[in-house]
Structure formats: structure tokens, C-alpha cells
């Protein structure tokens, strides 16, 4: 009886009684992540996230990696390439070695990796990065004393300690609620610098992120019309004139900054403010240019009301309807060219209106009603995405409110109608060859290639809740639609086809991919 | 190093001595003719392919036992014995219920020594084959995987029997009854856990789910109760 009592000792990790359960977007974190060569999947029970990458054609493998203890925040960097993730770390920490908080950066390519680590001091809970992933910033300290306004920055560029910047940002009761990177903004007298704009209850705050260290400048934002506080909603800037705008709540004015020369020693830039009336509360603004120059436009009503920041003078322009988006295009039209100067084209849209419009500002200025062509295209459109690579970067997908989704071809101004049977996400592959749509729950999803615009439609064997588009290890294009659910302890599941050519009669069913690497 | 050698060779001297005390007794049908046996064999397998389909490293099997002597001289005695162990291991792998049912055979000579009528050592090596089929709910697939393997290997152990039940006459053909306690080490070969649904369940196409390598090798225990005639 000993000698069995003695042969049965010995367990097994606790990681087998561990069920993976996907994770919950209501936490913040979303189950799954699309990268450029593999899909992450959380595993947030474990603390890893499983990746799949794709080593042959129709094959999957995975890999897991550790992302440490208590996660916070994942996120995907704009590029796809790398997947970031904050975790807490063991809290209260009671050992000299007890895991610290981090942030963990992992390669997405098709052989993932963990590419760096950067420990910090306290947990934090937010976590937002810079579109040229040239800076992350991590806030939101969870600590039994939290100073909402204490900043993180993390230079990218930088490894271990010396990549962190603590900041905290002097307050009037506010904390931080969204964040804008600028492009290199022409400051004068001085070089072209990065700045990190950050929107708080009642002011903005400007950190130079050329020198992060040195002091920020805190600008407060106006009064609401009605002399209450107002908050911002927007923010956009013009890199070459280095002006900021913001719209404003409770206000028809736009707030105008511009970052000048120094106007007193000690400083390294001066900020210019002013308040410019558009005569109602805008939907949206944009910077744009026409051929006088640098304008703000603000679409107020069915008017685009073009601000000139120098002069503050404005210039309404009737629209067809009452457009609430815009989106400017010029680059897609003509990628070659130098930054248009003599004029912008924008896409002008909204989730209310059936039509689009495109507003080319190249026209003289008495002639600007003439320059919005509308077209009228049955459905509103809630959100315009772009496509990326440098095939069909002049395509744009127009996604409606309901169930349908347009492909619009830039230069021909031609828009391909796509409906589908049921909800709707849309995701376009990385390589922007394709879009592939889905509705999560169901089995069935598509894929619509933009040289030929053919959907083709395919029907899993089980329900898909995502679908990927990555490149393999020998190149190849591989689609992922994964099968998990969400909340509830089950597997992961995917079935893997050929992204060029797709087809469930030779696509691959893949699951208990949550066991691998279980130790 | 002295140390060493004063233990075997203390019980060398009180073998000598039990052997010698028995010499007179005619063993008789204590060297039992046939033998079956059922008894219990518990394997200890570290093997963390094991993980997946056991919450411990104990693998508990039934087993069921023949044996016949073939060879007689005067305390040692040679036979063929075999042994059936059918074992089944339950669990679950981050909720999906798993299972592992392992059939083992194992055939070969067993050299038996007795110190008295009633009590015999032996010790064996016996080439071993098993069936194990590995199973796994999966939930996504909504299917049963399988992967079900023959591995070979041998069993080698030692062991004493003890004669619980039988007349104390050697000439007596009555059955006899037997305690058996055995330990050893069983070796099989490695089988690869890659599980695939049966034909025509779950989807097209299913890739298998590896698991790695599965070795049931370990050391065991077998406690057995025989009847000899």
C-alpha cells in the first residue's frame, strides 16, 4: 500500500485544470488580435497569448508566450507587426523576485518572439501607442495612492529603464482622456518636433516629445457657449504650419492653437491661441488645404465652413446634405505628388445621409459650392477604412449602419455595392489585396479581392467569431477564421484556407490549439 | 564501501540458513503446477505526456495472470507466466474531458525460488506489448479524438508469493491460494499523441491535436491474489 501511495506521487502542472476561456471584451481586452503573420489569441487564464502563424500552406502552428502575471491592456501596434501587452505583475509584491508590472512587446511576424520588455515600477491599467510606433504610453496607476495625471512614456526606440519617462501633468482637476501623437510639427525656431497631445476634462496638454522631460504646457480649453465647461471632442493638427484645433463641446467656435517661436526665455515654444466661430456646433473638423492656403474646415449643418487660422476669417460652403464625415483623400488620388498645397480632395460622408460627396478645394474660392460632386449611393455610411499596401491604396470601404458595405474606387469614383445576410465586420488584409467580411456567431463569412471585386462566399463548419488575413512563413497568404467562444470555457478553434484562393473544400480544421505548450 | 557489502551478505547467510531449515520439507505441489491470478498493478508514469489524461502519475490497472512451471530443481523452479493489465485513466485538459485506457501483455519465464513450502521468491523479465488508445473531447470540433498506439517493451521484476491458503502436505493436489507482491520497472516504447476524430466525425479535414510523445514506462507495483493446483 506504501509503495502504490509512493508511485502515485507526483502531479501534474496546474496549467491542465486551467480551462481556456476567451477572452471578454467587456474587460477591455478583446479575444483575438490580427497581426501581420499570425493571430494572437489571449489566454488570460494562463497569462500568455497563443499565436498562430501559419509555417506552410493550409497548416497552423502555435506558439505561446508568457505575457505575465494579471493583464491589463493589450494592444496591436498600427502597423500590425507588434502586439503590446501590460500586465500588473503580483500585487502586493512580497518577494525580492516577485514578477514586476511591464510592458511586453511581441514580434507578429510569422516566427512571433518577444522583441522587448520594458519592467515598470508601479501597475498601471492603461495603455495607448503612438500610430509610428515610436512611442507607447502606459497610465492608470491601480496603487492604493494614484496620481491619475502621472504619465509613462516609453521611448520605443530605447531598451530597459532609460526608455522610461515619468510625467505627470499638472492639473486642475482633470485627468487624461484621449491621446493624439502629431506628426513632426514645424515649430519655429527649431527643429521639426513630435508632440503628444493630451485631452483632459477642461484643458489640453502639450508634451514635446523631442524632450519629454522639460516641463508641458497646459492650455485650457474655452467656456461652452452657455459659460459652462466644455470638454474637447476632436482634435487634428497641420504639420507643416504646426497648428492644432480642437472642437470644443457646448461651443459653435473651433479652438485654434499655434505652437510659434519662444516668446520668453526658458521656453522652447509659445503657444497662440484663438476662438473662431462657425456659427454652429460642428460635426467634424479637418485641416485642408485650398489654393489660398491652409484652411480648418468644420462641417456645420449642410455647410462646410472653411476657418482661415491665420485671420480667423471664415468662408461657408453649401453642401448637398448634411454630411458629418470627412476624410481627406489626396494622397490616395496621387500618391506621388508633394503635399498638395493648392488644394485638398475630400471624401465628404455620414451615417444619416445616402449620399458621399467629394469636395475638391482646388477651385477659386468664389466657385467652392461648385467643387462638392455628391453621389448619391442608397446608403449612409458610418465609417470609412482605408486599404493599405500600394496596390489598391486608392480604394476606400465605405461601411454603412446596416448590412452592406461599399467598395469605392478613388479615381474611377466607382463604388462597388456588397450586402450581406447578416451583421457585419469587416476586415481587410494586411497586404490590402483583400476585405474579408464576417458576423461573429455565424458560420458564414467572404471575401471580396479588390482587383476583381468577387465575393466569394464560404461556410465554416463551426461558428466563426474572427477571421484573419496573414502571410506565412514561405510568403504565402494565409486566411484564419477562428472559432471561439467568447465567455465561456471551450477551445480554440480555426479553419485555415488559402487567403488567394479560398475555398472550404480543401480548407483545414484546426482546434485544441489552447493545449499546446501547456506546462 | 564496507557497508556495502555487509548487507547481502547477511541475507545470503539467512537465506542459506531459511533453505537449509527447509531442506527436509518436500515442496510437493508448494511449486504450483498452474497458477491464475488477479490481482492490482499500480505504474508510476512521469512522463508528461501522462499530464493531459491523469491528475496524478499513478497509472492503475487490473490484472489478470497464468502461469504454468515447466522446470523443476529441487527449490528453483522455471516457469511460463503471462499477464493481461487493462487499465483507465480519467481527467480533463483545460475542460475537455480526456482519457487513457492502456492494454498491456506481457509473456516470458519466471525462475522462482522457494525458502519454504509456503513462501517463494522470483524475480522475471517479460517482453511486454500494449494497446493504449488516448481520447479527448473536443468541444470545438465537437468530436471524439483518438490516437491509439501498439508499443513494445518488457517488464522486469522481483517478487515473493506467499501461501495463504493450502494443506501443509506437498502431495495434497487441492488449490492453493497466494498472496504475490511484485516490483519492477516496465519500459515501453514512445508513441506519438497525435488525436484525430474517428472517420466521418467533426469537420472536414481535421488536423490532428499533438499532444507530444506519450512513454508509459515506470516503476510498478503489483499485489495479486493466485490459485495454484
Known amino acids: ?519 | 564501501m564496507r557497508e556495502c557489502f555487509r548487507l547481502p551478505a547477511l541475507l545470503a547467510s539467512a537465506l542459506c540458513l531459511v533453505g537449509a531449515t527447509a531442506h527436509a520439507e518436500p515442496l510437493g505441489s508448494h511449486q504450483p503446477h498452474v497458477e491464475a491470478s488477479l490481482g492490482v498493478r499500480v505504474s508510476k508514469v512521469a512522463d508528461a505526456g501522462f499530464d493531459p489524461f491523469a491528475d496524478s502519475d499513478a497509472l492503475a490497472q487490473v490484472s489478470l495472470g497464468l502461469g504454468a512451471t515447466v522446470l523443476r530443481a529441487q527449490r528453483f523452479s522455471l516457469s511460463a507466466v503471462g499477464f493481461w493489465d487493462y487499465g483507465q485513466s480519467s481527467s480533463t485538459s483545460r475542460g475537455s474531458s480526456t482519457s487513457l485506457a492502456v492494454h498491456r501483455l506481457s509473456v516470458g519465464p519466471e525462475l522462482r525460488y522457494h525458502l519454504l513450502p509456503p513462501l517463494y521468491l522470483f524475480v522475471h523479465a517479460l517482453p511486454a506489448f500494449a494497446h493504449s488508445e488516448a481520447s479527448m473531447d473536443d468541444r470545438v470540433a465537437d468530436a471524439t479524438r483518438y490516437a491509439r498506439h501498439w508499443s513494445y517493451g518488457v517488464d522486469g521484476a522481483l517478487g515473493a508469493a506467499f501461501e495463504v491458503y493450502g494443506t501443509r502436505s506437498g502431495e495434497s493436489v487441492r488449490p492453493r491460494l497466494w498472496v504475490i507482491a511484485e516490483g519492477g520497472y516496465g519500459y515501453l516504447g514512445s508513441t506519438r499523441l497525435k488525436l484525430l476524430p474517428d472517420p466521418g466525425q467533426g469537420p472536414e479535414r481535421t488536423s490532428p491535436v499533438d499532444l507530444g510523445s506519450l512513454s508509459l514506462s515506470g516503476p510498478y507495483l503489483r499485489v495479486s491474489a493466485a490459485l495454484s493446483f
Open chain 1, 1 to 519: 500500500m506504501c509503495g502504490a501511495l509512493a508511485l502515485a506521487c507526483g502531479g501534474r502542472p496546474s496549467s491542465w485544470d486551467t480551462p481556456f476561456v476567451a477572452a471578454n471584451s467587456q474587460n477591455g481586452l478583446a479575444p483575438a488580435y490580427g497581426l501581420t503573420g499570425s493571430v494572437a489569441v489571449l489566454d488570460t487564464a494562463l497569462g500568455r497569448v497563443t499565436l498562430l502563424s501559419s509555417p506552410a500552406a493550409l497548416t497552423l502552428a502555435s506558439h505561446s508566450i508568457g505575457l505575465g502575471t494579471d493583464l491589463a491592456a493589450t494592444r496591436v501596434s498600427a502597423d500590425r507587426k507588434t502586439l503590446f501587452a501590460l500586465s500588473r505583475g503580483v500585487q502586493p509584491q512580497r518577494k525580492p523576485n516577485d514578477e514586476r508590472p511591464q510592458l511586453l512587446l511581441i514580434d507578429g511576424g510569422p516566427t512571433p518572439k518577444v522583441l522587448q520588455s520594458y519592467p515598470l515600477t508601479e501597475p498601471m491599467d492603461q495603455l495607448v501607442l503612438d500610430p509610428k510606433n515610436e512611442w507607447a504610453v502606459v497610465y492608470g496607476s491601480s496603487g492604493v495612492v494614484v496620481n491619475l495625471n502621472e504619465l509613462v512614456l516609453v521611448n520605443l526606440a530605447q531598451t530597459g529603464a532609460d526608455a522610461l519617462s515619468f510625467k505627470t501633468l499638472l492639473s486642475f482637476g482633470g485627468n487624461p482622456k484621449r491621446f493624439t501623437f502629431t506628426g513632426p510639427l514645424a515649430v519655429p525656431g527649431g527643429d521639426p518636433r513630435r508632440f503628444l497631445i493630451v485631452e483632459r476634462d477642461f484643458d489640453l496638454v502639450l508634451i514635446d516629445l523631442a524632450a519629454p522631460d522639460r516641463d508641458a504646457v497646459t492650455v485650457p480649453l474655452p467656456s461652452t457657449d452657455a459659460g459652462g465647461t466644455a470638454t474637447s471632442a476632436q482634435v487634428v493638427y497641420d504639420a507643416d504650419s504646426a497648428s492644432i484645433a480642437v472642437r470644443v463641446t457646448g461651443t459653435t467656435s473651433v479652438f485654434l492653437l499655434q505652437l510659434a517661436a519662444p516668446a520668453q526665455d526658458g521656453q522652447d515654444y509659445s503657444v497662440v491661441t484663438n476662438l473662431v466661430d462657425v456659427g454652429a456646433q460642428p460635426a467634424t473638423i479637418d485641416f485642408v488645404h485650398n489654393a489660398q492656403g491652409l484652411r480648418l474646415v468644420a462641417l456645420v449643418g449642410t455647410s462646410a465652413v472653411l476657418v482661415d487660422p491665420d485671420t480667423a476669417t471664415t468662408q461657408a460652403v453649401q453642401m448637398p446634405a448634411a454630411f458629418t464625415g470627412i476624410r481627406r483623400i489626396t494622397s490616395e488620388l496621387n500618391p506621388s505628388a508633394a503635399p498638395a498645397l493648392d488644394g485638398d480632395v475630400a471624401l465628404l460622408y455620414g451615417p444619416n445621409i445616402s449620399k458621399i460627396a467629394y469636395f475638391n478645394l482646388s477651385g477659386a474660392p468664389g466657385a467652392l459650392f461648385r467643387s462638392i460632386e455628391p453621389y448619391d449611393i442608397g446608403v449612409s455610411v458610418k465609417n470609412v477604412i482605408d486599404v493599405p499596401g500600394d496596390t489598391y491604396f486608392d480604394h476606400k470601404i465605405l461601411e454603412t449602419p446596416n448590412q452592406q458595405f461599399y467598395v469605392l474606387d478613388l479615381n474611377t469614383r466607382e463604388s462597388a455595392p456588397m450586402k450581406t445576410n447578416g451583421g457585419l465586420t469587416l476586415e481587410v488584409a494586411p497586404d490590402g489585396e483583400r476585405v474579408w467580411a464576417y458576423n461573429p456567431g455565424q458560420a458564414g463569412f467572404a471575401s471580396v479581392d479588390f482587383a476583381r471585386l468577387h465575393p466569394i462566399s464560404l461556410i465554416a463548419e463551426r461558428a466563426v467569431s474572427n477571421v484573419f488575413d496573414i502571410e506565412g512563413v514561405n510568403g504565402q497568404r494565409t486566411a484564419v477564421a477562428l472559432h471561439l467562444a467568447a465567455g465561456t470555457a471551450d477551445g480554440i478553434g480555426a479553419t485555415v484556407l488559402d487567403a488567394l484562393a479560398p475555398s472550404t473544400a480543401n480548407a483545414r480544421f484546426y482546434s485544441g490549439l489552447e493545449l499546446g505548450g501547456v506546462k
